[in-house]
C-alpha cells in the first residue's frame, strides 16, 4: 500500500518560485558524486557478522527519511512530502540482469535484513515485470537505489525518460575499498525539489550514520 502523504504550503515554503521555476525543465534531475567514508561501517559489520550490503541499503533508507527533503515528490504538478517510502533496490539475478526488489520501511535494522533476504529470493524467481513491480513502480513514495559493486566509479548518469518521474531521488553506491576505506555514491535529486546545498546535507547525514553504525544497527 502506499504511504500517505502531505501537501506543502507554497505560501510558506522558501523554495516554491524554485519550484515554479524548475518543474517544467526538459531534464531537470542533477547528479552529484562523492566518496564516502565506509571504514567503521565495514569493520562494524564484519565484528558483528553482518552484511555490508544490507547494513549501508539500511542506513539509506534511514537516513533519507530522517532528512525531509528526501521526501520531497511531485504529485499533480504539486509539490508534497512523504514521511515514509518505499525502497526499490536492483537486485542481481543468476543470468546476470538485474531485477528490482522492494523494502518497505522498517525501524529494526534485523527485521529489514531479514526482509531483504526474501525480497532478493523472490526477485530472483521472478521476471522483471513482477507483480510487485506493477504494484510499486509508477507511485511516489519510493525511492530507487542501485549498487555497483564492481566499480570504484566517480561519474555516474542514469538512462531518463519523459513520462512523470514524481521528483523521485536516485541512488547508486559502488564499489568498497578495503585500502581506503572509501566507497563512491552518486546522487540524482529534481532541481525543482532540492538545490546543491540540500544534497550535500543529506550526503552528511548518511555519513554520520556510517561512522555511528552501533547506534542505528
Known sequence: MPYPSTQVDLQQWPRA????FFKDFQQPYFNV????????LFAYCQAQ????FSAY???VHKSAQQYWP??????DDQPVHYQQVTMSVVQLAEDDSFRF??????????????????EKARAACEPLFSEAFAHTEGRADVLHVSVLPWLQFSGFSHATCLGATHGIPKVVLGQYDKVSGCMPLALDVHHALMDGLHSAKYIQVLQTMMHNPSDYL
Open 57 to 59: 541499503i539500511y542506513l
Open 17 to 20: 518560485q524554485h519550484f515554479a
Open 33 to 40: 558524486c562523492v566518496r564516502l567514508d565506509a571504514r567503521l
Open 70 to 75: 528526501m521526501g520531497l515528490r511531485i504529485v
Open 49 to 52: 557478522a553482518l552484511s555490508f
Open 101 to 118: 526488489s522492494y523494502l518497505d520501511d522498517t525501524p529494526c535494522y534485523t527485521t529489514y535484513a531479514q526482509r531483504m533476504r526474501e
